[in-house]
């Protein structure tokens, strides 16, 4: 590397260690808490004999009992004439050589450090930094491991280290299972509720019951799957005071549609018997949220994961002024605000940003003030071009059979897909 050069890495950074390692003309000092035969190949790739070689670990029984193949590694690196030294507390994973050249971030020198998603920074001419200071004041704290002493170790732990894997199995498994079942108990909260919201629902399917699937159609020029119903989509009998009468809703509309297990959602080309389509995220180029005499644009996604802390991001930007992005966990009858994150505030257009903050409590702080944003930015279009080549449905609904419902959320029509 050239003088003054860093570089940064977000890969297995083996082969620039190697490469370090080579060069190295005085002294290579490594500080890791743990390691195993990869460090020992690393290290043998230094040139010169007269070479010094460090390693600094944390040779306590926790680390040990963790990978006790590190007791082996040690073994070999001190008869392979390397300095191993003991530190308390050390969790750096470090190489520096020459006294000036260093790599240091989270990679371990261990064969599951080099497949694992890692960073490392590489530097040089840190010869008078308070960094390297601390790293050699590491040094002389450290004490030298005794070789008599891991041979010991190494007859009595075998036991220790079965009994800690075993353990480790047990907790593995009870960790997958609490994990499952909490991420269950949500589901079975969110369906609960569903089913409570769709009871009261004035909207009933005017062909009964409707269920709904994929299946695998032939257009003018490929196949695709879209979601197929067994009656119609845009037709429903609502009930109003005791009265019942039909409701017909426009064809190819992009309405809002929930996936009640999951929560995940998306807008949907909702045709008489069939779902061709689906977006994730939308320009609402209709809708504005007013701010003093500016106007924020709303942008609406839909996140695919995590949907356990929001399934709804609000992207509110007004073009020179500020940006506010808002994270909402939305259910019918519910919604919670996840985060919000101001970017590009610009006080001499959006005034104090006391103020401004002031505006997004007063504006986005309560459920009701949520239901309002949501049914906003969620309100059912219809594209100008409508599209129809394109087809994704696929990609959302999956390979369930679903049960249709539809309910009167916020003076608007919200479909919702229930296993």
């Known amino acids: 590397m050239a003088e003054h050069e860093v570089d940064f890495l977000a890969s297995d950074a083996f082969f620039k260690w190697k490469g370090m390692v080579k060069n190295a003309e005085e002294s290579v000092v490594v500080f890791t808490p743990f390691f195993n ?22 040779f306590s029984p926790e680390v040990l009992l963790q990978a006790p193949q590190q007791l082996r590694a040690i073994k070999s690196l001190l008869r392979a004439g390397v ?18 050249v260093v790599a240091t971030g989270s990679q371990n020198f261990t064969a599951n450090g080099r497949r694992a998603k890692e960073c490392t920074v590489f530097s040089c001419d840190h010869k008078s930094s308070k960094f ?33 894997r075993a353990l480790l199995r047990e907790f593995d498994e009870d960790f997958h299972f609490l994990t499952e079942d ?23 399917p005017a062909d009964g019951v409707l269920h709904a699937w994929l299946e695998e159609k032939e257009f003018e020029y490929e196949y695709a799957r879209t979601l197929v ?3 119609d989509m845009t037709r429903w009998l ?7 009468r039909l409701v017909e809703f426009d064809r190819l509309v992009m309405r809002p549609v929930l996936l009640a297990q999951s929560g995940r959602m998306a807008f949907a080309r909702v045709g008489k018997e069939r779902i061709t389509y689906v977006r994730y995220s939308v320009q609402r180029v209709d809708k504005f949220v007013p701010y003093r005499d500016r106007f924020f644009k709303i942008d609406v996604s839909f996140p695919k994961k995590d949907l356990e802390q929001r399934n709804v991001i609000i992207n509110l930007t007004c073009s020179g002024c500020a940006e506010l992005e808002l994270q909402i966990l939305f259910f019918p009858g519910v919604a919670k605000l996840f985060s919000t994150k101001i970017s590009g505030f610009r006080s001499n257009i959006a005034g104090p940003r006391s103020d401004f903050e002031h505006w997004i409590d007063e504006r986005f702080g309560t459920q009701s003030a949520l239901m309002n944003l949501l049914a906003l930015s969620l309100s059912p279009f219809q594209y100008k071009h409508l599209r129809l080549d394109d087809k994704n449905a696929e990609d959302f609904f999956g390979t369930d059979l679903y049960q249709l419902s539809l309910l009167n959320w916020e003076g608007f029509p919200l479909i919702v897909a229930n296993l």
Request: glycine content about 6%.
């Open 83 to 100: 300095d191993v030294r003991h530190i308390d507390g050390l969790h750096a994973k470090t190489l520096w050589v020459d006294g000036q």
């Open 238 to 244: 609502k009930v109003d005071a005791g009265v019942q």
């Open 182 to 204: 909490y991420i269950n108990s949500l589901k079975r909260e969110r369906i609960s509720r569903m089913r409570t919201v769709e009871a009261s629902s004035p909207y009933r």
């Open 37 to 58: 035969h990869t460090l020992l190949t690393l290290l043998g790739n230094a040139q010169s004999s007269a070479l010094s070689l460090t390693v600094i670990t944390n």
């Open 229 to 231: 119903a067994d009656g």
């Open 132 to 164: 390297l200071s601390e790293l050699r004041a590491w040094i002389d704290e450290s004490t030298r491991v005794d070789e008599g002493l891991v041979d010991y170790i190494l007859s009595c732990v075998d036991q220790a280290a079965r009994k800690y």
